[in-house]
């Protein structure tokens, strides 16, 4: 009886133990959700609260407790103060979303101060893992699509001269960077270079692409932020009838995002973009995946490129707070258990690279058509296995610090 009562009490111990290690992790979240940019922010948000939602048992009995800033305008001074805020206020001990590029480079050194992860979920110049140790991103570089697309926009669409144009940002000058250095190796010409203003408002697109019309390269390759400014262009595109002048639309894949294709119309159709996602990927994950976004979201609403990346990237912190117990205070042991981490989600497999703390996946050359069903679509033609950021395989410019 002594025994039993011994270890009836032992076992309440542990279980009382048990209850009181389980932690509460607190993660900032930093999007934009408000202004000409917030469709990017929703995205990210919308699968971030998808996988808490589908997944909190899954860290059991550890919890997240989610807090969101507006990561404001694409300058990175409102996306510096508020993520400042959480750490020195709210204590977060981890910190994801960050659509724009500006705001994860004027955060670097807070974080690095701080010693607080900055998990990107988009946020996409090459150069911004070199910044920080404490930078892990599980979105993209824009090399990612961009250097591959140079290649094969010369070698398989047959663009022997091309015109770029690009909003005027760092995302923007690192995608055209990467697409001229693939492109100008496989042979082709840049003809007219083009820069299109800032990301802060959607401009009138019209009278850059009436350049590149008179210009008449063989294909225009565009980067513009995703959502508005996507939408923006492809209504250029297509008034100006740069297609029936056969000049080919090509880019990344910002340029054709899912929740907004089917109000693009005519004009998107034959456009080829280099991507890691589109809705249209035929794989288990992904079919899960949208089913879940639509009962979640409604039958119209669309999961894009960014909300797949949002669902990996809360998947990798989930997978981190499972790893560590859910002991996130020492930031350097967060980033060490990302590092390699892997897994099949909506884009297909993913990986951290242990090297550079950057995505490795698959990136798909995709051409938009019209569906039987009378909606557009998009169609494989080809892929590129296991993508790393040939940015730093180069050891091109800030790429190679």
């Known amino acids: 009886m002594r025994i039993l009562r011994w270890l009836g009490l032992t076992a309440l111990a542990l279980a009382v133990g048990g209850t009181a290690q389980a932690a509460s992790v607190?993660?900032?979240?930093?999007?934009?959700?408000?202004?000409?940019?917030?469709?990017?922010?929703?995205?990210?948000?919308?699968?971030?609260?998808?996988?808490?939602?589908?997944?909190?048992?899954?860290?059991?009995p550890n919890k997240v407790e989610i807090i969101k800033r507006d990561e404001g305008p694409p300058t990175g001074a409102v996306a510096k103060r508020v993520t400042t805020e959480l750490i020195t206020n709210d204590k977060v001990q981890l910190v994801?979303?960050?659509?724009?590029?500006?705001?994860?480079?004027?955060?670097?050194?807070?974080?690095?101060?701080a010693k607080v992860p900055m998990v990107i979920a988009n946020a996409g110049t090459a150069w911004i893992t070199n910044l920080s140790p404490y930078i892990v991103r599980l979105s993209f570089s824009m090399w990612d699509p961009a250097y591959p697309m140079g290649?094969?926009?010369?070698?398989?669409?047959?663009c022997k001269t091309a015109a770029v144009a690009y909003t005027d940002f760092p995302p923007g000058k690192d995608s055209i960077e990467a697409f001229e250095t693939g492109y100008k190796k496989?042979?082709?010409?840049?003809?007219?270079t083009i820069p299109m203003g800032s990301p802060v408002q959607v401009p009138d697109f019209t009278p850059f692409l009436q350049r590149v019309k008179d210009a008449h390269p063989d294909c225009l390759y565009a980067f513009v932020p995703s959502g508005a400014h996507a939408t923006g262009i492809m209504k250029a595109y297509g008034e100006l009838g740069l297609r029936k002048a056969g000049i080919k639309l090509i880019g990344p894949m910002d340029l054709i995002p899912d929740n907004k294709l089917q109000d693009m119309g005519d004009a998107a159709i034959g456009t080829i973009v280099m991507g890691h996602y589109a809705v249209d990927l035929?794989?288990?994950?992904?079919?899960?995946?949208?089913?879940?976004?639509?009962?979640?979201?409604?039958?119209?609403?669309?999961?894009?490129?960014?909300?797949?990346?949002?669902?990996?990237?809360m998947h990798a912190i989930f997978d981190t707070i499972n790893k560590l117990h859910g002991n996130l205070s020492d930031g350097m042991k967060v980033v060490d258990a990302m590092k390699g981490w892997s897994a099949v989600g909506p884009r297909g497999p993913v990986k951290i690279d242990p090297a550079t703390r950057d995505i490795v996946?698959?990136?798909?050359?995709?051409e938009v058509y019209r569906?039987?069903?009378?909606?557009?679509?998009e169609r494989i033609l080809d892929t590129v296995k296991d993508v790393k950021d040939e940015c730093k395989v180069l050891k091109i410019g800030r790429c190679g610090k």
């Open 96 to 113: 994801t979303g960050f659509v724009f590029s500006p705001s994860a480079i004027a955060l670097a050194p807070v974080i690095t101060q």
């Open 186 to 192: 496989a042979g082709g010409k840049v003809t007219l």
């Open 361 to 366: 996946q698959n990136e798909h050359v995709m």
């Open 371 to 377: 569906k039987p069903d009378g909606k557009l679509g």
């Open 282 to 313: 035929d794989s288990p994950a992904n079919k899960k995946f949208k089913e879940e976004w639509h009962k979640a979201y409604g039958a119209d609403s669309y999961p894009d490129f960014m909300s797949a990346a949002g669902w990996d990237t």
């Open 151 to 158: 290649g094969y926009a010369y070698n398989k669409i047959g």
């Open 26 to 60: 607190k993660v900032g979240v930093v999007l934009p959700f408000s202004g000409a940019n917030a469709d990017l922010g929703h995205q990210i948000d919308k699968a971030f609260d998808l996988y808490v939602k589908l997944h909190a048992k899954d860290i059991a």
